[in-house]
């Protein structure tokens, strides 16, 4: 498969940081944002202390993350969100102060502005923004409980739309909202993309590892192609261990995604 780079969407463990090493130390250019589960049950902000650490530069919270090759600009959104509008857990607060919402846009919004025009613009958070529905197969919509609401993050959607009046993001990136619906309510949508042009990617797939009909080990990743500062290619990908893909849902795209 051979990616140029790896966006990784958090909630690696409960708090576990042998992953969090392994992932640190792969050899090719990298942007993490940690999730809620990555803190642990430590409210004191320890263990989320220790993850950053271990990320260093690598973790892309509230600021931007240029790759020279490929030529990639990743800003990163707030924090190990759990989702539901905006709330700040003790863990964060601990290590990054109380920082309000509309704190958490502008930063967001000041570490777009940085962006260069010839480069794609990728927006890589742990929940993704309000806006993408309400139902409970929407990208971001509650399954577990009723009402199904749109569990979105405030802040994200609010920058994403200040952003957009300079440039709209390319594709924004995000975890938190798993694919598998609760009570066998299938999946989730996502793969979108939205009336300005930005695609939005939820990469959820929980369980990433599972077996085929024929009982073959699969592991899933999503999977991003440009063109220049141009989307060309947004999916889902199954491959074997060794590699090989043997299967790939892809979002359509039109033949140049701009905004
Ligand atoms: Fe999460």
Not at 63 to 68: I, K, M, V
Not at 76 to 96: D, M, Q
Not at 204 to 219: H, Y
Not at 250 to 259: F, G, I, K, R, T
Request: proline share 7%; glycine share 10%.
């Amino acid at each position: 498969m051979n990616p140029d780079g790896l966006l990784v969407v958090g909630d690696l463990s409960d708090g576990d940081l042998r992953l969090t090493k392994r992932i640190a130390a792969l050899p090719l250019p990298l942007a993490v944002i940690l999730g809620n589960h990555d803190r642990g049950h430590d409210k004191s902000g320890g263990i989320l202390r220790q993850q950053l650490a271990l990320l260093g530069e690598h973790h892309c919270a509230w600021s931007l993350h240029g790759w020279a090759r490929p030529p990639i600009s990743v800003v990163g959104a707030r924090p190990c969100s759990s989702g539901g509008g905006f709330h700040l857990s003790k863990a964060v607060e601990a290590i990054y102060g109380p920082v309000s919402r509309e704190q958490s846009i502008d930063r967001i919004v000041q570490a777009a502005a940085q962006v260069p025009d010839d480069q794609p613009l990728v927006v890589l958070a742990h929940c993704g923004p309000t806006g993408l529905g309400s139902e409970p197969d929407s990208p971001c919509g509650r399954d577990w409980k009723a009402p199904f609401v749109d569990w979105g993050d405030q802040d994200l959607a609010i920058a994403l739309d200040r952003m957009a009046q300079r440039r709209c993001a390319d594709l924004v990136v995000f975890g938190h909202m798993h694919h598998q619906l609760k009570r066998g309510r299938g999946l989730r949508r996502s793969l979108l993309l939205d009336r300005r042009g930005t695609a939005f990617l939820n990469a959820a797939c929980v369980p990433r590892k599972g077996v085929d009909a024929s009982g073959r080990e699969l592991i899933h990743f999503s999977w991003a192609e440009f063109k220049d500062v141009h989307l060309s290619r947004l999916s889902h990908r199954w491959y074997t261990p060794n590699g090989e893909l043997t299967h790939e849902e892809s979002l359509p795209l039109p033949d140049l995604v701009s905004c």
